[in-house]
């Protein structure tokens, strides 16, 4: 009866302990398991974790996280990004359309989104810093477009959605696809 309230005391005395946060889940669970059914508990989840690592579709997740590290390391970011100053340098606020757009197409190519934003941090606010940009429009540009890249398909949380679900990943894209709000956010970011 007590149970859930006990499981929450010992969730929070752990986080306030300073131990991370997945060692402080898996401890309680494990500690509880174990108490309430005995060794059927560990027995169920030694299953439930053989179930997830034997799952095909997640195979993709650490390939989209070195995809996103090669588009970093290789230098591909830096050159999309002045690709796309160069064609919106015309504009007013040239440096944040671009930022937006190429935060976008990061997210799209990577799946990742932690790859834009760190990319774009990295590349675009020296850039806007050094032409004098104000500091909370450098800023929004960079989270803005690089969280855009979450809802371009496929991205790991679609991924992650169709191997929990048993939904296909690919007619997930379709959906996503035609009801995409990606595009027309970047195209109002752009503007606003």
Known sequence: MYTPLLMFLALFIGLLSGIPIAFVLGFISMGFAYVLWGVAGMNL?????????????LTSVP????MALMLEKSGLVADLYNCFYKWSGGLRGGLAVATIFVGTIIGAVSGVIAAGVIGLGLIALPQMEQYKYDRKI???????????GQLVPPSICMVVYGAITGVSVVSLCKIIVSFSDTFPLAYFFKIA
């Open 45 to 57: 989840i030694i299953s439930a974790a053989w179930g997830v690592m034997n799952n095909f579709t």
């Open 63 to 66: 390939l989209f996280i070195f």
């Open 138 to 148: 450098s800023l929004g540009s960079v989270m803005a477009g690089g969280t855009l």
